[in-house]
C-alpha cells in the first residue's frame, strides 16, 4: 500500500494544510454527516474477536517473510485455507500468474451466506512486501508483517469464525488478496495490487457475461488494524457515506476515537473496486506508523485490544451497510439464527 503521494512527511503536511470545508471554521476531523441507517444495538459481539484474532497473526508471522513465493507464503496460505476449512467454509484458491512478471500470485476467495443475493467484499491482503534482493541494501532485512498484513488476515478469520455460527445480514465474499505490495521497493502501481485487479477483472467479465449474476455493493478493507498504538486514517479515496456508517458503528460501540484523525490519500486494493464504481472503505493505520515496512513491524508494537475494536466496528457497520446498499435486496431470513455450524 503506499501514501500516493510519496514520502510519509508529505503526508504529514498535506494532513495539516487540509484547510476548511465550506469556509465554515476549522475542518472537522470526521467525514461529512450523511444518512446513516439506523444502527443495531452492539450485539453479538464476541470479546474474544482481538485475542482469537491475534493468534492468527502470531501462527503467520511464524512462517516468516510470505512474499509471493517464498515458503512463508506457501505455509501462510495452506495456514489459512485450513482454517476456513475447518470453520466450514469453502475456500476457493485463486491461483494465476502475472506474464509480464513471470510470478504466480494466490487469492484466496470465501464466500459466507448472509441470506441476500448481492454481496459485500471484505477483504485483506495476505502477502507481505518482498524486503530482499534489492540494489539498494538498505531495502534488504528481515521482515514479518505482523501488523501489515497479518493482522487483516487474523481478523478476517476471527470474524470467520463468528459468522459461522452467527448468519451476517449480508452475503459476504471474504478476499485474500495476493500480490498487494509494490515489487519494487519503492511503490509502483502497475507492478503492485495485483490480487486486487485480478478479482476485479473477473468479477466485471462474469457481470458482463450474466446479467443474472449477484453483483457486489460494498467493499471493506482492513489493512494494519492491530497497532497497539491503534489511529485509523480518513483515507480520502475511500466512500464518504461508507466512511460515514463506519464511524457512526465506532461511535455506537465508543470506539470513535480510534477512527478517522488524519485525513491522507491511500493506494491500496480497494482503487480496483472503486475504478469499478463499488463504494469502498479502507480501514487503514498508515499515517502514524513507525513500523510500517521495517523489520520492526512485528507482534511487540500489536495489541489483541485493537484487532477487537476494528472487529467490533465491522461486525457493527455491516447491518447499516446492508441496509444503505443492498435496500432493493429481497427481505433476508432471520438472520439471528445461528446457523448450525
Ligand atoms: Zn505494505
Request: aromatic share 8%; charged share 25%.
Amino acid at each position: 500500500m503506499s501514501a500516493g503521494r510519496g514520502p510519509l512527511a508529505l503526508v504529514f503536511l498535506l494532513t495539516a494544510t487540509a484547510g476548511c470545508r465550506d469556509g465554515a471554521g476549522p475542518r472537522s476531523l470526521e467525514p461529512p454527516p450523511v444518512e446513516v441507517p439506523p444502527l443495531p444495538k452492539p450485539q453479538d459481539l464476541p470479546p474474544d474477536l482481538g485475542t482469537r484474532a491475534f493468534a492468527h497473526v502470531r501462527a503467520l508471522v511464524g512462517f516468516g517473510a510470505r512474499n509471493p513465493g517464498s515458503p512463508g507464503w506457501r505455509r501462510g496460505l495452506d495456514y489459512v485455507a485450513g482454517q476456513f476449512e475447518a470453520l466450514g467454509l469453502p475456500v476457493r484458491r485463486d491461483r494465476f500468474t502475472d506474464a509480464k512478471e513471470g510470478q504466480t500470485f494466490e487469492n484466496l476467495v470465501v464466500r459466507i451466506p448472509g441470506g441476500t443475493r448481492d454481496f459485500v467484499v471484505l477483504g485483506a491482503h495476505h502477502d507481505t512486501k518482498v524486503t530482499e534482493g534489492h540494489e539498494d541494501p538498505d531495502h534488504n532485512f528481515p521482515f514479518v508483517g505482523a501488523n501489515d498484513s497479518a493482522s487483516g488476515v487474523g481478523l478476517l478469520l476471527a470474524l470467520a469464525a463468528h459468522w459461522a455460527s452467527h448468519a451476517p445480514p449480508v452475503t459476504l465474499e471474504l478476499v485474500l488478496f495476493d500480490g498487494e505490495e509494490s515489487i519494487p521497493f519503492k511503490w509502483k502501481l502497475d507492478r503492485a495490487l495485483f490480487g486486487s485487479r485480478r478479482w476485479v477483472a473477473e468479477y466485471r467479465r462474469l457481470i458482463q457475461k450474466d446479467d443474472a449474476a449477484p453483483r457486489l455493493r460494498a467493499m471493506i478493507l482492513l489493512d494494519m488494524v492491530a497497532a497497539a498504538d491503534l489511529q485509523l486514517d480518513d483515507d480520502s479515496n475511500s466512500d464518504r457515506d461508507l466512511k460515514s456508517i463506519v464511524l457512526a458503528a465506532a461511535k455506537a460501540c465508543g470506539h470513535e476515537r480510534y477512527f478517522f484523525r488524519r485525513t491522507l490519500a491511500v493506494t491500496d486494493d480497494h482503487l480496483p473496486f472503486r475504478e469499478a464504481g463499488i463504494p469502498v472503505v479502507d480501514l487503514i493505520d498508515l499515517a502514524d506508523n513507525p513500523q510500517w515496512h521495517t523489520r520492526d513491524d512485528t507482534l511487540e508494537h500489536l495489541a489483541p485490544s485493537s484487532l477487537q475494536v476494528v472487529g467490533e466496528v465491522v461486525l457493527t457497520a455491516l447491518p447499516a451497510v446492508a441496509r444503505r446498499y443492498l435496500e432493493a435486496e429481497p427481505a433476508a431470513p432471520d438472520r439471528t439464527e445461528p446457523r448450525g455450524r
